[in-house]
């Protein structure tokens, strides 16, 4: 969503949505027409200055290229701002469910109904200004989390790294798939039998569209995929 002046302007909160998966696609405005909508109130609005929240830089990246606002001019970690206790008591309050939105309870409620909803209020001094600000989040329980935790097979993978390996045409066969979880990202390594010298070519093809493919369709970070060829079924010599 779109938060200007303490108000949502535009977009639809990932809290609102049925399953994780779903929920991630809006974050990283997955979707063209939610994107188009974001994208034409910036404009109208002309914000100079946006603050993008993600998980990890790549979050955030994408979230620039699909909304076309230009470069990211600083990076802020959490750890930058707040403190040991503040992150831990976050994670906790992930951990049961709840998520925090940097808006009224008001602007959530008229966009989010059926939701468990808690205001929060937090006093502030901004500056040396010795006035306190009133900054008011809210706490909401995403229809998700009640669901509880999802995985994705191995098995899942495997078939999507065969249907997109076999739909090159000039693989023999694929020998063995190895899957590796590893700091929340996959490196996977497939031995492959292929019909001749040609195919070598397009081994870098099969491992930026495998990867591409396991993207998509289950939000998981590839980092690395390794063919190796196992056995080359046909070899052309030529003759002097």
Same mark, same amino acid.
């Given at each position: 969503?779109?938060?200007?002046?303490?108000?949502?302007?535009? !977009?639809?909160?990932?809290?609102?949505?049925?399953? %994780?998966?779903?929920?991630?696609?809006?974050?990283?405005?997955?979707?063209?027409?939610? @994107?188009?909508?974001?994208?034409?109130?910036?404009?109208?609005?002309?914000? @100079? &200055?946006?603050?993008?929240?993600? %998980?990890?830089?790549?979050?955030?990246?994408?979230? /620039?290229?699909?909304?076309?606002?230009? @470069?990211?001019?600083?990076?802020?970690?959490?750890? =930058?701002? *707040?403190?040991?206790?503040?992150?831990?008591?976050?994670?906790?309050?992930?951990?049961?469910? +709840?998520? /925090?939105? #940097?808006?009224?309870?008001?602007?959530?409620? *008229?966009?989010?109904?059926?939701?468990?909803?808690? *205001?929060?209020?937090?006093?502030?001094?901004? !500056?040396?200004?010795?006035?306190?600000?009133?900054?008011?989040?809210?706490?909401?329980? #995403? %229809?998700?989390?009640?669901?509880?935790?999802?995985?994705?097979?191995?098995? /899942?993978?495997?078939?999507?790294?065969?249907? $997109?390996?076999?739909?090159? !045409?000039?693989?023999?066969?694929?020998?063995?798939?190895?899957?590796?979880?590893?700091? +929340?990202?996959?490196?996977?390594?497939?031995?492959?039998?292929?019909?001749?010298?040609? %195919?070598?070519?397009?081994?870098?093809?099969?491992?930026?569209?495998?990867? &591409?493919?396991? $993207?998509?369709?289950?939000?998981?970070?590839?980092? &690395?995929? =390794?063919?190796?060829?196992? &056995?080359?079924?046909?070899?052309?010599?030529?003759?002097?």
């Amino acid at each position: 969503i779109l938060i200007y002046k303490n108000k949502v302007l535009a !977009g639809v909160s990932a809290k609102q949505a049925n399953t %994780t998966i779903e929920a991630v696609k809006r974050a990283i405005f997955y979707n063209l027409e939610h @994107r188009q909508e974001v994208r034409e109130m910036i404009k109208k609005e002309n914000i @100079r &200055k946006i603050l993008i929240i993600g %998980t990890s830089k790549k979050m955030v990246n994408q979230i /620039v290229d699909r909304l076309s606002i230009g @470069r990211v001019c600083k990076f802020i970690n959490i750890e =930058d701002i *707040s403190t040991k206790y503040e992150i831990e008591v976050a994670k906790q309050s992930r951990k049961e469910g +709840n998520h /925090v939105i #940097p808006v009224p309870a008001v602007e959530i409620k *008229s966009m989010a109904s059926g939701l468990s909803i808690n *205001s929060l209020k937090r006093l502030f001094r901004k !500056g040396n200004n010795r006035n306190m600000v009133v900054l008011e989040k809210t706490i909401i329980r #995403p %229809t998700f989390s009640y669901i509880g935790k999802f995985y994705i097979s191995a098995d /899942v993978i495997k078939q999507i790294i065969e249907y $997109e390996v076999y739909s090159f !045409g000039s693989i023999d066969r694929i020998n063995k798939i190895n899957i590796e979880n590893c700091n +929340n990202f996959m490196n996977i390594f497939v031995s492959i039998n292929i019909n001749d010298l040609e %195919t070598i070519k397009k081994i870098e093809d099969i491992q930026q569209i495998i990867k &591409k493919s396991i $993207e998509k369709m289950t939000l998981v970070n590839v980092q &690395k995929i =390794d063919i190796n060829i196992h &056995k080359i079924k046909k070899i052309n010599f030529l003759q002097c």
